[in-house]
């Protein structure tokens, strides 16, 4: 069934109403309420549904500028729901105001199932997951008339905001929960755009990104230009490689076919691919860069992990271990993703073997099914460990998956869960933060910000005791006193953070040691900034590091993978948490702490 989208009504201080246009009668749809105002883009309203698309009249013919939304609706089309529907723009044609830095020609502005829309974190999730942008973001928060006034648009380049309720509504409710604000004589051009000559509008540098997730097939060369590499040891072009794999090209596609097989689709699949076409490159460094670019820190750090489990599967491994193996990647990857990276880049019969082996006991465990297998588990735990504080739950969430894990509880029984977990509900136990990354990059400065914190154990300050804080010499000494402190302090109680660069798993495990002796929740905070950065940051510290201490840091950093504490922190080089792993709430994946210590460090 075919759906017009409806008229938006214009909001009362609209200054582009004209006389036919439908004005609001009110605004108590959305007073009080939590809405969401995002940019209005100059398109053709369009809809898609799974076997086909109109623009807004349901009768709407061919145009030339409708040829490429066509085709991104062959696309996605097959994993629309039947019955639903998206709505967007499609912004291929150049209308009154041009676009030079589009991450898409066509941005999703809602979804529809049936007369229902979704509420807007829905929404985003699930156009995310076909690869479909949504317009910018300028406020959110609970209706404020005078608030949305003082927004300021460049109107030379903004045709104006859509404000709608975050909640979902009803077909018959969207006069009262969607409104718009339009700019002074919006349609500038004389002749009409779609009797005009067709000029496309420009993409951005993050469009390449955008249609990976669509299911485009990948331009290698616009995908490594987007994330700032050359394209040629990142994508095995040279000789030995080519070789060793086949061209590059040829790899990126085997990888892209297989993960197609999977049915994975946006961020999973484009995970994969990034991982496909920079797996020569080093994981930290790689996650780094991606980090401060387009993909983002949430995208970067999964492909930091696909980068450096994948070789795992290739190897022989105990059955006995697998399926409890199996299970912990699946908390830093996506188990269809990585079978099919390991299985593309597999060199030999024997590592071939060994992916066929491993995805058939991933299939026989039931892993394979989505890119989160422990997603159901975590979501029916959310009810009955509501209202614990944010640690205890998420101490209870990764007592859960150890024994998922291990085999001590199934994945279908709730029951089995909670009463594994009981002994940690009351959020007695210490907490420890430890804080991973290299000298540089922030991880003292955000240490010490961290709210409600109760002892600070910092490697650089015993060592300024003793003298100076560049000294190495006396390492030995500096790390068995620190460790000292650390079990003095979590046996007190309270949260303590562990300042030190904890490059590698082994430096890691002398601190976590330590906490699992005092049953502590272990928190890694990873800090990821990108090499030139780090460079820059150095030479202007009161105390730096010789440039050759930091090039061997560089060298050795890996960083932890999701899962191997009981929850994992991404900080970018702003200082802020821009990821998070291991945590039992839902919600966008970005995390900050608010003013006035209210953060979960302390919970």
């Known amino acids: 069934m075919r759906t017009h989208y409806p008229r938006t009504p214009h909001l009362p201080w609209s200054p582009g109403a004209s006389a036919d246009d439908v004005r609001s009668l009110g605004l108590a749809g959305l007073t009080g309420r939590e809405v969401v105002v995002t940019e209005k883009l100059d398109g053709e ?111 030379a380049r903004q045709e104006g905001y859509v404000v709608r309720t975050a909640a979902g509504f009803s077909r018959a409710d969207f006069g009262r929960c969607v409104a718009k604000w339009v700019r002074v004589g919006h349609v500038q051009t004389d002749t009409h755009w779609m009797y005009a000559e067709v000029v496309p509008n420009g993409l951005g540098p993050a469009a390449p990104l955008w249609a990976v997730r669509s299911g485009a097939e990948p331009d290698v060369a616009a995908l490594s230009a987007a994330v700032g590499t050359d394209g040629s040891t990142a994508t095995g072009t040279t000789a030995t490689a080519t070789a060793e794999t086949g061209t590059g090209t040829d790899v990126v596609a085997e990888v892209t076919a297989r993960i197609d097989a999977s049915g994975r689709t946006g961020d999973d699949r484009l995970a994969g691919v990034l991982a496909a076409v920079l797996r020569r490159a080093p994981r930290a460094r790689t996650a780094a860069r991606l980090a401060a670019g387009p993909a983002g820190m949430p995208l970067a750090r999964r492909v930091g992990d696909l980068l450096g489990l994948y070789p795992y599967l290739q190897r022989p491994f105990s059955d006995a271990d697998r399926r409890a193996g199996l299970v912990r990647m699946a908390a830093a990857a996506d188990l269809g993703v990585l079978h099919a990276l390991a299985g593309a880049l597999a060199d030999g019969p024997q590592a071939r073997e060994c992916v066929e082996w491993s995805a058939l006991w991933a299939e026989e465990a039931g892993l394979l099914g989505g890119p989160d297998p422990l997603e159901a588990l975590r979501t029916a735990l959310r009810e009955p460990l509501a209202g614990l504080g944010a640690a205890a739950a998420d101490r209870c969430w990764a007592e859960a998956r150890r024994a998922f894990a291990d085999g001590r509880i199934s994945g279908s029984v709730v029951e089995e869960a909670v009463a594994a977990t009981w002994q940690w509900r009351d959020g007695s136990f210490p907490r420890l933060v430890q804080l991973c990354g290299p000298s540089g990059s922030g991880k003292s400065t955000f240490g010490r910000g961290l709210p409600g914190v109760d002892a600070y154990v910092s490697l650089d300050d015993l060592r300024g005791a003793r003298g100076s804080r560049t000294d190495q010499r006396a390492n030995a000494e500096v790390l068995s006193a620190g460790l000292d402190r650390l079990d003095a302090a979590l046996a007190r109680g309270g949260t303590v953070v562990w300042d030190a660069t904890s490059l590698t798993d082994q430096q890691r495990g002398l601190a976590g040691s330590v906490a699992r002796r005092r049953d502590a929740l272990v928190t890694h905070a990873v800090v990821l900034v990108e090499e030139a950065e780090l460079v820059r940051r150095n030479g202007v510290r009161p105390h730096p590091v010789p440039p050759q201490v930091l090039t061997s840091q560089l060298h050795r950093f890996s960083p932890p993978y999701a899962g191997r504490a009981h929850r994992t922190w991404y900080v970018g080089a702003g200082g802020r948490v821009e990821d998070t792993a291991g945590t039992l709430a839902p919600g966008p994946s970005t995390f900050t702490f608010t003013a006035g210590g209210g953060s979960d460090a302390h919970q």
């Open 45 to 155: 309203n369009t809809t898609l549904y799974a076997d086909g698309l109109h623009a807004r009249s349901l009768d709407s013919g061919h145009h030339p500028s409708r040829a490429w939304v066509k085709g991104l609706q062959g696309r996605i089309g097959p994993h629309i729901p039947a019955g639903w529907r998206v709505c967007g723009e499609n912004l291929y044609a150049r209308h009154s105001i041009p676009y030079e830095d589009l991450d898409s020609w066509f941005y999703g502005f809602s979804v529809w199932d049936g007369e229902q829309c979704l509420d807007w974190d829905r929404t985003v999730r699930f156009l995310r997951g076909l690869g479909v942008p949504v317009p910018r973001v300028l406020w959110r928060g609970t209706f404020d008339e005078r608030a949305l006034r003082r927004l300021r648009l460049d109107t």
